[in-house]
């Protein structure tokens, strides 16, 4: 995978961070959404956001990632929502897409936030307050009513990558056969006819970056079993690991791992076909791809 791929977008457009991690069992409710689950404690990501979540929007907004990557997203997101009004965030993070869809929106949308980290949900909630429903969630154990109208996800469990020449899905499920799975609950949470749309973002790649107050940011990026840094033998669905520091002075203050799985886009768009939701088209931006709900 290569770790800095120029954009097709315009210059000024840079892709966001992912987010996800896993956290205790613990009982929720999606309502009136999804019916009560109960939220296994597999670690099917081997991902932690909450050494790093109260660093998060430093970083975003530190230069590194363009903080108006966000209004981008949210205002081609809004146009391909068109009159649909409920909707299912996957991965919503501390809340900045979804702060800028409802302001764009005004109360038009009602949307559910749901992700893995218990602490990423309280920022998301001191963002957004009431205006709307965030429940830390486990997409691949979601067991949910066929009541959204669309979802998306900009830097949640899945999502798109420049990759070469062309796209590749990113994945926070290790396994394919986790894939399938919470393709298949979001599938049956999302209404015939909905949309799936799935952000388009920059290859991770490693770099540094300083931060305020004397911190600096780091990652580092690497392709699992490569030893010599050529980036070869990637094929079906190589497998990635991201270490994220923050550090003061040198000593790490935060470190978070995590890993990932790229399909090349081909075998991506056949596994969401499979699950539910074939390719439809690609925004004129470039920024979304969108999947339609069979």
């Known amino acids: 995978m290569r770790s800095d791929v120029p954009g097709r977008r315009p210059d000024s457009v840079r892709r966001g961070p992912g987010t996800g991690d896993r956290g205790a069992r613990t009982q929720v409710s999606i309502a009136p959404y999804c019916r009560p689950v109960a939220v296994a404690t ?26 108006r990557a966000y209004d981008a997203y949210a205002r081609t997101l809004l146009a391909q929502l068109d009159d649909r009004k409920d909707v299912l ?69 899945w999502y798109q990558v420049e990759h070469a020449a062309d796209t590749a899905l990113c994945s926070h ?45 780091t990652q580092e990026v690497r392709r699992e079993g490569d030893t010599d840094g050529d980036g070869e033998g990637e094929g ?25 799985r790229v399909y090349p886009q081909d075998r991506a768009d056949q596994l969401l076909a499979e699950c539910g939701f074939p390719f439809e088209a690609a925004t004129g931006d470039g920024l979304l791809r969108q999947y339609r709900r069979t």
């Open 42 to 67: 597999v670690r099917r990501v081997a991902n932690s956001y909450t050494p790093l979540s109260q660093y998060y929007d430093l970083i975003v907004a530190s230069g590194y990632y363009d903080y």
């Open 89 to 157: 965030e996957i991965g919503v993070g501390s809340g900045l897409v979804c702060e800028r869809l409802l302001e764009l929106s005004g109360a038009r949308l009602r949307i559910t936030g749901i992700d893995e980290s218990d602490s990423m949900i309280a920022q998301a909630r001191a963002r957004l307050g009431h205006r709307v429903q965030l429940i830390r969630h486990d997409i691949a154990e979601l067991t949910a009513l066929p009541a959204f109208d669309a979802a998306y996800s900009v830097a949640g469990v």
């Open 173 to 217: 499920l290790l396994e394919e056969s986790d894939d399938i799975r919470a393709l298949k609950n979001l599938a049956a949470a999302v209404r015939p006819g909905g949309s799936l749309l799935l952000a388009v973002r920059q290859g991770h790649r490693t770099c540094q970056r300083p931060l305020p107050g004397g911190l600096v940011y």
């Open 236 to 260: 079906e669905g190589a497998r990635y690991v991201k270490d994220c520091f923050v550090r003061r002075a040198g000593e790490v203050v935060a470190h978070q791992r995590r890993r990932f």
